[in-house]
Nanobody
Framework: QVQLVESGGGLVQAGGSLRLSCAASGRGFSNYPMGWFRQAPGKEREFVAAINRSGVNTDYADSVKGRFTISRDNAKNTVYLQMNSLKPEDTAVYYC??????????????????WGQGTQVTVSS
C-alpha cells in the first residue's frame, strides 16, 4: 500500500512558477511509475505528465510541454512537477498518482493504482 501526499500548490500570477511535490510512504517507491494529473471544476481529470521508474523516460500533455518538468528522487520517495510560465487555464486541483508495476510512463487515469488527495493551483490573469 502506498500513500501519496501532494504539496506546493497555491495562488500565482500568470507567467509565474510553482513546484509541486508528492511524497510517498511505504516501500517500493522506486518500482512505481508516477504521474501528475489535474482536474478543473466541471471537467474530467486529465493527464499532465508521467515518469517511469528510473526517471529516464517522461511524457507530457501537449498543453504543458515545454513549460512543465516532471522529475523524481527515489532516495527521497518524492516526485516533483516544476511548472513555469503558468497560464490561467492551468488552474486546477493537481493530483499525483502511482502505478503498482510497469516499465513505462503512463498517461491514462485508469492505469494508476494509488492517488493523493490533491493540491490546488490557481493562476490569476
Amino acid at each position: 500500500q502506498v500513500q501519496l501526499v501532494e504539496s506546493g500548490g497555491g495562488l500565482v500570477q500568470a507567467g509565474g512558477s510553482l513546484r509541486l511535490s508528492c511524497a510517498a510512504s511505504g516501500r517500493g517507491f522506486s518500482n512505481y511509475p508516477m504521474g501528475w494529473f489535474r482536474q478543473a471544476p466541471g471537467k474530467e481529470r486529465e493527464f499532465v505528465a508521467a515518469i517511469n521508474r528510473s526517471g529516464v523516460n517522461t511524457d507530457y500533455a501537449d498543453s504543458v510541454k515545454g513549460r512543465f518538468t516532471i522529475s523524481r528522487d527515489n532516495a527521497k520517495n518524492t516526485v516533483y512537477l516544476q511548472m513555469n510560465s503558468l497560464k490561467p487555464e492551468d488552474t486546477a486541483v493537481y493530483y499525483c498518482a502511482a502505478k503498482a508495476y510497469g516499465a513505462s510512463a503512463y498517461r491514462t487515469v485508469n492505469a494508476y493504482d494509488y492517488w493523493g488527495q490533491g493540491t490546488q493551483v490557481t493562476v490569476s490573469s
